[in-house]
């Protein structure tokens, strides 16, 4: 299947720091990603679809500012949290979507997340 | 707008036996497409397995099986000779067939297999 990574797996930072976090397609390319926030235990909130070469959409409550998602390549989406506050830690994970063989629909592939602490 | 409910928080099962995790969806859609996610203690999520909803036909994938009740809005994943690696969150999940790929999830069932 498709494979998604992510970088960093995990990132520790101080507050009011910025922190970036990349999602890559490895193996095929994808024209949207999407950001998703998990807190511990809890399910996958959907922060954002990345729309490559436009600006991405937001879900609503999340902030623009803060959480600013430049998708600059078919391959490559980023999410930047800036100016990073504790309770900005969590587990980012992102997904991007493709078709597998015969199916009639795109299939989500998950990266394996990003664990932010903020200090 | 999609929404997706699992109301049991949390299950244990012993191992080798079954359980079954229910699931209910709420969509306007006429064609959607229903998943299992599975997320381990790494934290990858996992496809588990899919069910396109014009299938009357239940998925099957080895030891995983769906029930599905289209008309009640029901799609419970059944688990069958349990293994200490089934152990991990399992995640209800819903996509539309429509253009925008959102996939909506479900609040998750912890699911303990005891050896």
């Known amino acids: 299947g498709a494979v998604v990574s992510q970088h960093p797996s995990r990132v520790i930072c101080k507050s009011g720091t910025s922190v970036k976090i990349e999602c890559r397609s490895l193996d095929f390319q994808a024209t949207t990603m999407f950001w998703y926030r998990q807190f511990p235990k809890k399910s996958l909130m959907l922060m954002a679809t990345?729309?490559?070469?436009?600006?991405?959409?937001?879900e609503q409550g999340v902030e623009k500012d803060k959480f600013l998602i430049n998708h600059a390549s078919l391959t490559l989406s980023t999410l930047t949290v800036t100016s990073a506050h504790p309770e900005d830690s969590s587990f980012y994970i992102c997904s991007a979507p493709s078709r597998p063989g015969g199916f009639t629909y795109n299939e989500q592939f998950f990266g394996p997340g990003t664990r932010l602490t903020v200090l | 707008a999609q929404t997706v409910t699992q109301s049991q928080p949390e299950m244990s099962v012993q191992e080798a036996e079954t359980v079954t995790l229910s699931c209910t969806y709420d969509?306007?859609?006429?064609?959607?497409?229903l998943f299992w996610y599975k997320q381990p203690p790494s934290r990858q999520m996992i496809l588990v397995i899919r069910?396109?909803?014009?299938?009357?036909q239940n998925a099957t994938e080895n030891r995983f099986s769906v029930n599905f009740q289209k008309a009640a809005k029901s799609f419970s994943l059944k688990i069958s000779d349990s293994q200490l690696g089934d152990t991990a969150m399992y995640f209800c999940a819903s996509l539309s067939a429509g253009g925008y790929q959102k996939v909506t999830f479900g609040i998750g069932t912890k699911l303990q297999v005891i050896p």
């Open positions: 990345s729309n490559e070469g436009s600006k991405a959409t937001y």
């Open positions: 969509t306007s859609e006429s064609n959607y497409y």
């Open positions: 069910q396109e909803a014009y299938k009357q």
